[in-house]
C-alpha cells in the first residue's frame, strides 16, 4: 500500500485542469481518484495515476489506453487521454468515471454471500457480452483479470460494468509467453502461472466469478490445485453443489468446465459457455427469465 504522503488530497489540481475530489482506490502502482474538470464545467471523471512509474509501468499504463481508446462497448469504460503532469513526473490515464458499487462488495452483502440463479444470469449478461466483443477484436483482447471487484453495477441502472484492464493484452498465437503475470487467486487461471494465456484464460476468470456469485465461495486457487493433483491425484475443486445444493446439476457442470485447469478442456468461445449456462438453467423455472441467447 501506498504511504499516505504519495496520495494526492482533495483539492489538489492536476496538470493545472483535474480538480481531485475524491480517493476511489489505492494500489502498488498509486490511485484512483475522482476528478472534476475545470474546463468542462466540473464534468466528473476517474482519474487512474501512476507514481514514480518505471518503462514498465508507463508501457502498461500506454497499452491499456490505447486498447481502451478504440473500445467501443456499453459493458466497458471509455477512456479519453493519457497524459504525464510534468511538475510530479506521475503519468495520468482519464477514463469514465462510473458510479456504483463493485461486484465484490455486493456479494459480500448478500445473505449467504450467494446470489440466485436468475440474479446472476442477469448481472453477468452484459459482462460475457462485452468479453465476447473483446475476443472478437483483430486480435483479440484478453482481459486477464475477471473477477467481481473489476466489475461494477452502475448506479443509474445496476448494469454491470467491467473495468481494470492494467493486465490485458492483445493475443497472438504466434507469440505466447511464458512471464509470470499479475491474475487475482482464485480467479486467475493455471497458465497465469507459466504457459501462455489465450481467450480460454477469460473463460475462466468468467467460470470462477460465477462460481462465486453462486456458492458464496471463492474457488480454490489454480496453484492449490494443481499442487494437490500433482501430489494426491485429486482436484481441490469444491463441487458447487456441496456448496449450493440448489444449483442445477447441469449449470454447475459448465462452471466446472469454464474452471478447467487444462485449456483444451474448456470452453472454445465465450459464447459457448454462457450458451451452456443459460440453457442448463432452464432446469430450474425460476431462472428461464429475461435470457439472452447468442
Do not use: C
Amino acid at each position: 500500500m501506498l504511504a499516505g504522503k504519495m496520495l494526492l488530497l482533495p483539492g489538489a489540481v492536476i496538470g493545472d485542469r483535474y480538480l481531485v475530489e475524491e480517493i476511489l482506490g489505492t494500489g502498488g502502482f498509486g490511485a484512483v481518484y475522482l476528478v472534476s474538470d475545470r474546463q468542462a464545467d466540473g464534468a466528473l471523471f476517474a482519474l487512474k495515476e501512476v507514481i514514480e512509474p518505471t518503462q514498465h509501468a508507463r508501457d502498461r499504463l500506454a497499452r491499456e489506453s490505447e486498447l481502451l481508446e478504440r473500445l467501443q462497448h456499453p459493458a466497458l469504460p471509455r477512456v479519453f487521454r493519457l497524459f504525464t503532469d510534468e511538475q510530479s513526473e506521475r503519468i495520468y490515464l482519464l477514463m469514465e468515471y462510473i458510479e456504483g458499487p463493485n461486484l465484490e462488495q455486493v456479494w459480500r452483502e448478500q445473505p449467504d454471500r450467494r446470489f440466485a440463479l436468475p440474479e446472476v444470469l442477469d448481472i453477468m449478461a452484459p459482462i460475457i457480452e462485452a468479453v465476447a466483443y473483446l475476443h472478437r477484436q483483430h486480435p483479440p483482447v484478453l482481459h486477464r483479470d475477471i473477477k467481481p471487484a473489476n466489475i461494477i453495477l452502475r448506479a443509474t441502472d445496476r448494469t454491470a460494468m467491467l473495468v481494470d484492464f492494467g493486465i490485458a493484452k492483445e493475443y497472438n498465437p504466434e507469440n505466447t509467453t511464458t512471464e509470470l503475470r499479475h491474475g487475482s487467486p482464485g480467479f486467475a487461471a493455471p497458465e497465469h502461472y507459466g504457459t501462455g494465456t489465450d481467450p480460454r484464460t477469460d473463460i475462466y476468470g468468467l467460470g470462477a466469478t460465477v462460481y462465486t456469485l453462486l456458492t458464496g465461495n471463492v474457488p480454490e486457487d489454480a496453484l492449490v490445485r494443481l499442487t494437490n493433483l500433482g501430489n494426491r491425484g485429486k482436484d481441490a475443486l469444491t463441487p458447487m453443489n456441496q456448496l449450493a445444493p440448489a444449483i442445477p446439476a447441469s449449470v454447475a457442470d459448465a462452471v466446472h468446465r469454464a474452471l478447467s485447469l487444462r485449456q483444451d478442456a474448456r470452453f472454445e468461445t465465450v459464447e459457448q459457455f454462457w450458451r451452456e449456462v443459460q440453457l442448463a438453467s432452464l432446469e430450474n423455472p425460476l431462472s428461464a427469465t429475461r435470457l439472452r441467447l447468442f
